[in-house]
């Protein structure tokens, strides 16, 4: 397993880790923002981390692994590959969490969900609801980073590659905004 000064290097050399102004999906601003996304750019370092991942799970045992859009898509396929077992992928349509493209969650079913960064736990909770509608059983959830240092709970073991808490203000609380500094930008998935 790497430790954590290999990863924040990891993440530092592929761009993750980023400073800045950033607007938060939650409405939050922050001066830190962790783009996983370039991280999966580097099929040699996303392969390391999410054989960590799959790896934290030894000995559960797991059917599929379910990632949400967009963020979780390539990370559940590696981990399920690292596994040796299906994958699958939750988007929105309309809004909600589901199922599309003709996938479809074996009832019974012993479930990982996986994401790429985990802030408030709202798409892994959406995911987690869509997995228990299926009929099937969520194991535990791994992520390659957990922006909440560890505050987010799940009611199963919930396994972070990388923990850090990135300090998040309201926008009429926004030292950056006081300060007048660059406008915040929103590099994140959602709208």
Not at 119 to 138: D, N, P, W, Y
Request: hydrophobic residues 40%; proline residues 4%; charged residues 25%.
């Amino acid at each position: 397993m790497l430790n954590k000064q290999e990863i924040e290097k990891i993440f530092k050399d592929t761009g993750v880790m980023l400073e800045g102004h950033f607007l938060l999906t939650s409405g939050r601003h922050s001066d830190k923002y962790m783009q996983c996304a370039r991280l999966f750019e580097y099929p040699q370092y996303s392969e390391k981390l999410s054989r960590q991942v799959a790896e934290m799970f030894e000995g559960t045992q797991i059917d599929l692994v379910v990632g949400p859009a967009i963020g979780g898509i390539i990370m559940a396929y590696e981990v399920a590959r690292q596994l040796g077992v299906k994958n699958v992928f939750a988007e929105r349509q309309e809004g909600v969490m589901t199922l599309r493209r003709g996938f479809v969650i074996p009832k019974g079913a012993k479930v990982l969900v996986t994401e790429d960064v985990v802030t408030t736990g709202g798409s892994v909770r959406e995911v987690m609801e869509l997995v228990k509608a299926s009929g099937a059983t969520v194991v535990g959830v791994g992520s390659m980073v957990d922006r909440s240092n560890g505050t987010v709970d799940f009611g199963v073991p919930f396994k972070p590659v990388y923990r850090t808490e990135v300090i998040s203000f309201e926008q009429e609380k926004c030292p950056l905004c006081k300060e007048g500094k660059l406008p915040a930008i929103k590099p994140g998935s959602r709208k």
